[in-house]
């Protein structure tokens, strides 16, 4: 089973701020099974995005992903109020697979 | 309005079995995959199972293999998941999402979830 390591696993940053968000995999991932969430409290995920560096529909493009192989970044170019949050990565090689997650908290 | 809406969650005593259904409404239900997500209180998500659009195919977790089952109800727009022999550490929300799928490629991700419905196996 593919392993996700997300860091870091708090993020403390101010509004207007840039986020890089890390999801360091065990083993190679295809680029089209890497996906991103977001998580508020008492809410369900929202899938930010899919295939590395595909936004989902209606997600702001101040979200960005990218990486390819073991390594992938999601990219928060300037936060919101809103987007402070748990960010999850997510993986399908075999079985579907969560990282840990990054709370993203503001400073 | 596309929506998912879990239901059937409790209190549960070690040992003892819980069907969870998920109404599914907005989207043509038939022509897509669907997943059960879950999530411990205060922990991260974990991948439970799937099932094809047309339910022939199903898969599942390691840990939930055996005890758990998968099934839809295509004419009834509805997903279930029956849990046997649920165990403390089966505690969670249990979230149904719509997967989505492109082509060729197949599933990419969830792009439609449920508000969860509370799982809780206790004494």
């Known amino acids: 089973e593919i392993v996700l390591t997300q860091s870091p696993g708090t993020l403390s940053l101010s509004p207007g701020e840039r986020a890089t968000l890390s999801c360091r995999a065990s083993?190679?991932?295809?680029?089209?099974?890497l996906a991103w969430y977001q998580q508020k409290p008492g809410q369900a995920p929202r899938l930010l995005i899919y295939?590395?560096?595909s936004r989902a529909t209606g997600i702001p493009d101040r979200f960005s992903g990218s990486g390819s192989g073991t390594d992938f970044t999601l990219t928060i170019s300037r936060l919101e109020p809103e987007d402070f949050a748990v960010y999850y990565c997510?993986?399908?090689?075999?079985?579907?697979?969560f990282g840990l997650g990054t709370r993203v908290e503001i400073k | 309005e596309v929506q998912l809406l879990e239901s059937g969650g409790g209190l549960v005593q070690p040992g003892g079995s819980l069907r969870l259904s998920c109404a599914a409404s907005?989207?043509?239900?038939?022509?897509?995959?669907m997943s059960w997500v879950r999530q411990a209180p205060g922990k991260g998500l974990e991948w439970v199972s799937a099932?094809?659009?047309?339910?022939?195919?199903?898969y599942y977790a390691d840990s939930m293999k055996g005890r758990f089952t998968i099934s839809r109800d295509n004419s009834k727009n509805t997903l279930s998941l029956q849990m046997n022999s649920l165990r403390p550490e089966d505690t969670a929300s249990y979230y149904c999402?719509?997967?989505?799928?492109?082509?060729?490629?197949?599933?990419?991700?969830?792009?439609?979830w449920g508000q969860g419905t509370m799982v809780t196996v206790s004494s």
């Open positions: 295939s590395a560096s």
């Open positions: 907005g989207f043509t239900f038939r022509s897509n995959a």
């Open positions: 999402a719509k997967e989505l799928v492109l082509g060729a490629v197949g599933t990419v991700g969830f792009d439609i």
């Open positions: 083993q190679s991932v295809s680029s089209n099974y």
């Open positions: 099932i094809s659009g047309g339910g022939d195919r199903t």
């Open positions: 997510q993986q399908h090689v075999g079985s579907w697979t």
